[in-house]
């Protein structure tokens, strides 16, 4: 599900690919000293948007640090850290535990099972800490599961519960851009459950999995996508972001779109 909130590094400057790199490195980092380091291994790409997204609205400070690490132990890199990195960190871990949990309830996958059991422990420390964040996913998932269960054909139902999800996850706190915050997240989450749908459907077929889109035509999947997508970027500019904008913006208007047209042209050449 997770995965296409990416940049497109074709059309980043090399302090902008330098700056992504180092909030990258820097929620890994955070992963690792806060929850573990098998945590590490759960870093998502959507986690790192969610620091680089709310650091621009709340012009956090940042710390740089220049260490090596674990996985590149003889290249020194930036680190880029400050509150928000915890908080996308806490919640990276408890998308993993749920993820674990979900693929253990569809396949009895063994492994997904103890993985569940590892972060369950962090799971109930970052409850403590985030209440009502961890009820809504929680809350949300299992409305997904039902919807998923029924075989529902309308892809706007489940779209908009996992969109309900991910608003949850944006908001941080309590404050003026809540509902802006809400409201953009939300928009975000419908795109990525579509967009997955979209990149599975093959093989979801072959392998006789649901997804909301098998009752739409390919064909219309780009136009699709792209109104979605309008409504996440109309979203986007209620929200007074200036910092890392190069960034976020290549994200948006590009970045998301990389999979997908990546597949786009396989299938082209298939063609040919």
């Known amino acids: 599900m997770f995965g296409y909130v990416v940049v497109n590094t074709e059309k980043l400057t090399i302090d902008e690919k330098k700056r992504y790199k180092a909030f990258y490195c820097g929620l890994c980092k955070t992963l690792g000293t806060r929850r573990g380091i098998i945590s590490r291994f759960t870093l998502t790409y959507d986690m790192t948007f969610l620091v680089l997204f709310l650091s621009a609205l709340y012009k956090n400070d940042n710390i740089i640090q220049t260490q090596s690490c674990i996985i590149h132990p003889l290249k020194p890199h930036e680190y880029c850290l400050n509150e928000i990195t915890e908080y996308a960190a806490d919640m990276n871990v408890v998308l993993a535990y749920y993820n674990f949990l979900d693929d253990w309830a569809d396949?009895?996958?063994?492994?997904?099972?103890?993985?569940?059991?590892?972060?369950?422990?962090?799971?109930?420390?970052?409850?403590?800490?985030?209440?009502?964040?961890?009820?809504?996913?929680?809350?949300?998932l299992c409305e997904l599961y039902e919807?998923?269960?029924?075989g529902e054909l309308n892809p706007d139902v489940p779209a908009n519960c996992f969109g309900k999800l991910m608003g949850e996850i944006f908001v941080l706190r309590e404050d003026e851009y809540e509902e802006k915050l809400r409201a953009f997240g939300t928009s975000l989450g419908k795109f990525i459950y579509i967009m997955d749908g979209c990149m599975d459907l093959?093989?979801?077929?072959?392998?006789?999995?649901?997804?909301?889109?098998?009752?739409?035509?390919?064909?219309?999947?780009?136009?699709?996508?792209?109104?979605?997508?309008?409504?996440?970027?109309?979203?986007y500019k209620k929200l007074s972001i200036n910092q890392d904008k190069g960034l976020i913006e290549n994200i948006l208007y590009s970045g998301v779109w990389t999979k997908y047209e990546a597949e786009r042209k396989k299938k082209k050449g298939v063609h040919k």
Do not use: W
Not at 147 to 150: A, M, Q, R, Y
Not at 207 to 226: G, K, Q, V
């Open 147 to 150: 919807i998923e269960k029924s």
């Open 107 to 140: 396949d009895k996958n063994v492994l997904s099972l103890g993985a569940a059991k590892l972060f369950e422990r962090q799971y109930k420390s970052i409850e403590a800490q985030y209440p009502n964040q961890c009820t809504s996913i929680r809350k949300s």
């Open 202 to 235: 093959k093989s979801d077929i072959i392998n006789e999995r649901y997804n909301p889109m098998i009752a739409s035509s390919s064909e219309n999947f780009h136009d699709i996508l792209n109104l979605l997508m309008a409504d996440c970027i109309e979203n």
